[in-house]
């Protein structure tokens, strides 16, 4: 499997997970947060709205990729992040493993 180049660009925000955690990255920002115990890895982003996610994520348990939502608004908050400033500028989502 080729590697993905794992720098944002832009409006772009890379989504990525290791070690048991999911890894969102924009605009300087690496926000970590505790990730489902069997995911192996996220496949691809089905939708991107506003800080909503939805994402086709491979698991250990499961041969084929299972739809995943995320929902980052909660999170941000979380951390002090104003959501709405932080996510404005995001136009598009991909996946990118090192």
Same mark, same amino acid.
């Given at each position: ?18 070690? +048991? ?5 924009? +605009? +300087? ?21 506003? +800080? ?47």
């Amino acid at each position: 499997m080729k590697a993905n180049n794992t720098k944002s660009t832009g409006h772009e925000a890379i989504l990525s997970s290791a070690d +048991g955690f999911t890894a969102f990255s924009f +605009g +300087g920002y690496h926000i970590r947060f505790r990730a489902p115990y069997s995911l192996e890895r996220y496949v691809d982003v089905v939708t991107w709205d506003d +800080g909503y996610l939805v994402v086709l994520a491979k698991y250990s348990h499961n041969a084929e990729p299972e739809e995943e939502y995320i929902d980052l608004k909660p999170i941000l908050e979380g951390l002090y992040i104003d959501p709405v400033a932080f996510l404005k500028p995001i136009k598009n989502v991909r996946i990118a493993y090192a």
